[in-house]
């Protein structure tokens, strides 16, 4: 078995939350993981039977699912976007997109928290491109488009997403053949948010590098476990400080990319206000 739909990214766009309230439809079936990353990276663990073993249990679900960001990372989008193709041509991806500026801050905070940000964001996107790459959202789905049709393809606006989730919800509903009038609970409710990144404490990181990290995680009260993390770890300052001339820059290299998907989508030219 295969899933029939994925959410292809954007990194940092609020894919885990759309993923987690499709997941919530009685006719939706989404991997665990949510993101296998299957297509597009070499791991000789990730078989084919192994993708499959992942989506075993559907239970006679309409819309079989899968959400990993790493299909439009722009050093893999090629291969992910050729694997999908030929394995299930006939899948419905769903795109989700943000101001480019907004996505590349959330993202350099989690690469700053997880340790590989080269830096503050000012180095950061000189020695790390694909901070910015990421955001060039129509460069990105133009490689999907060369090998899907455009009804295929549903890109959603995080900003309008915020704005009314339910109507939103609604619409990847239906682009997955699912019943639309199913309502998803606190569809507003962020599942991911990123103001709320805190760095491990020494016995923290140790735990965490344990085999049994996971189990234990699980097996604890919720309450306890949240306890705990606020007792091992400790506040970081996640602050981004632009240098005018490179946030100048940035947008710069950003702006012809965004203006084309948002005439594509037949959004206004100022939806995103870059400056």
């Known amino acids: ?26 006719q939706v079936f989404m991997s665990d993981p ?12 990730k078989t084919l039977e192994w993708y499959e073993a992942l989506f075993k249990s559907v239970e006679g679900k309409i819309a079989i699912g899968e959400g990993s960001t790493s299909y439009t990372h722009p050093d893999i989008i090629h291969q992910a976007a050729s694997g999908i193709a030929e394995y299930i041509p006939d899948c419905r991806l769903i795109y989700i997109v943000r101001n480019p500026i907004k996505r590349l801050e959330s993202d350099w905070k989690m690469r700053k928290h997880e340790g590989w940000a080269e830096g503050p964001v000012n180095e950061a996107v000189k020695r790390q491109p694909t901070l910015i790459t990421h955001g060039m959202y129509w460069q990105n789905l133009s490689v999907y488009r060369k090998l899907f049709p455009d009804e295929q393809i549903l890109i959603v606006f995080l900003e309008d997403f915020a704005q009314n989730p339910k109507q939103k919800l609604k619409r990847c509903f239906e682009h997955i053949h699912v019943e639309t009038s199913v ?51 400790r506040k970081q300052d996640l602050t981004v400080r632009w240098v005018p001339q490179v946030r100048r820059s940035v947008t710069e290299k950003l702006r012809d990319d965004s203006l084309e998907l948002l005439e594509h989508c037949g959004k206004p030219a100022d939806f995103w206000n870059l400056d």
């Open 1 to 26: 078995m295969l899933p029939n739909f994925i959410v292809i990214g954007a990194a940092k766009c609020g894919t885990s939350s759309i993923c987690d309230l499709l997941g919530e439809h009685p």
């Open 34 to 45: 949510k993101e296998p990353h299957f297509f597009g990276r070499d791991d000789s663990k």
């Open 183 to 233: 309502s998803i609970a606190d569809a507003d409710k962020p599942r991911n948010p990123s103001n709320k990144l805190r760095r491990d404490g020494f016995i923290a990181r140790y735990v965490r590098q344990t085999p049994f990290f996971n189990q234990l995680k699980e097996a604890m009260p919720s309450r306890i476990f949240q306890g705990a993390k606020l007792a091992l770890t």
